[in-house]
């Protein structure tokens, strides 16, 4: 569900920017010591770098076409907490458009705030936390796994018909824009709720103490946090590196939306254009920086090698961007507490 720039205007990009960047700085300000611990560090840098990886893996919507990936925002807040997981989620849609050329620049703070202000900041506080408390059972972290996933996507979607009606986008007219996304969203939504669901009863199982709603239980089939740190980063570099390149090449559910609206095939761009010495100036920033554009080599797109490399390459990088976050976090926030202790 990353929009490209052509589907919002400069005002509408430029606004939704200053609110990330607002979440964002906010997030980091207000992260508690419990959320985002020394120990929690290497779980947001692998969880993020599993995340990059999932979300390059599109799987067919069965009899519509459509394809769809995970968001990830309730799998990371399930794991890490909302805010640790959105400042994670953050900054996979960052390296997504700047590395990957995966959404536009000019709509990453919307592509921000669908995907990870929606979900981390709104759905998980309101949804998910709503129905798992500390001792929960697997029917209650399912439920709330699945019915999360899929209001995340469902107003995340809207979110989008919101943005792109303020930015006069006409050839996606509301009301017949809304009633085609929502309804591709939900069945995606169905699917990452699932996925989501098995993943937390899993390491809720395996690793209790490390899932944000868990207190440790002294389960006797716990394993070492150590020993999951490590399945993650494998799991993340195996599915960046070889499950990626089985991901659907059906158009995912915003591009199908689309197509769907505006009749006009191609994908996100679908009969629309961005012109103007905005969306150039974002198009030039955006071709300096990609080193893989859409998860593939700059001059061979056709190599599978690419989007394996894509993946890995991704995953690493996420995996150090999300830890130096947190190391950074923590350092100052430990040091403040010292200084107001003296």
Same mark, same amino acid.
């Given at each position: ?21 607002? !979440? ?10 419990e ?33 769809? +990936? ?20 953050? !900054? ?8 990957? /050329? ?20 709104v ?16 029917k ?10 899929? !209001? ?5 979607a ?17 009301? !017949?824009?809304? /009633?085609?996304?929502?309804?591709? +969203? ?5 699917? &990452? ?20 709603? /868990? ?11 150590? &020993? ?17 390149l ?12 689309? &197509? ?11 009969g629309? &254009? ?18 893989f ?50």
């Amino acid at each position: 569900m990353h929009m490209a720039d052509a589907l919002i205007s400069p005002v509408v990009g430029l606004s939704m920017a200053v609110v990330s960047v607002a !979440a964002i700085s906010l997030s980091v300000a207000r992260v508690k010591n419990e959320e985002l611990s020394e120990s929690k560090v290497p779980i947001m840098g692998v969880a993020g770098a599993a995340v990059f990886a999932a979300q390059m893996i599109n799987f067919a919507i069965p009899g519509t076409g459509s394809s769809g +990936h995970i968001g990830g925002g309730i799998l990371l807040a399930g794991l890490l907490g909302g805010v640790p997981a959105f400042l994670s989620i953050a !900054a996979v849609m960052i390296i997504q458009c700047l590395f990957f /050329a995966d959404g536009g620049l000019l709509a990453l703070g919307c592509n921000i705030f669908n995907l990870g202000v929606i979900p981390c900041l709104v759905v998980y506080p309101l949804v998910f936390k709503t129905i798992v408390k500390p001792g929960t059972d697997y029917k209650r972290l399912s439920m709330a796994s699945v019915l999360s996933a899929v !209001a995340g996507l469902q107003l995340g979607a809207f979110c989008v018909v919101l943005q792109t009606l303020l930015s006069g986008i006409t050839q996606l007219p509301f009301g !017949a824009f809304t /009633a085609i996304i929502l309804p591709i +969203h939900l069945a995606i939504g169905l699917v &990452e709720g699932i996925v989501t669901a098995a993943v937390l009863c899993f390491l809720y199982k395996m690793r209790p103490e490390i899932v944000s709603f /868990a207190q440790p239980n002294g389960n006797k089939n716990s394993v070492a946090t150590k &020993e999951v740190v490590i399945a993650i980063a494998a799991v993340a570099i195996i599915v960046g590196g070889a499950f990626s390149l089985l991901a659907s090449q059906d158009p995912d559910g915003l591009e199908w939306a689309i &197509e769907r609206t505006t009749g006009v095939g191609d994908g996100a761009e679908a009969g629309l &254009e961005a012109e103007g010495a905005v969306f150039n100036a974002a198009a030039s920033i955006q071709e300096s920086t990609s080193l893989f554009p859409d998860y593939a080599f700059e001059n061979d797109s056709e190599n599978p090698a690419g989007t394996s490399a894509a993946g890995i390459i991704g995953a690493v990088i996420t995996f150090i961007v999300a830890c130096a976050v947190g190391f950074v976090i923590t350092k100052v926030k430990k040091r403040r507490k010292v200084a107001a202790n003296a």
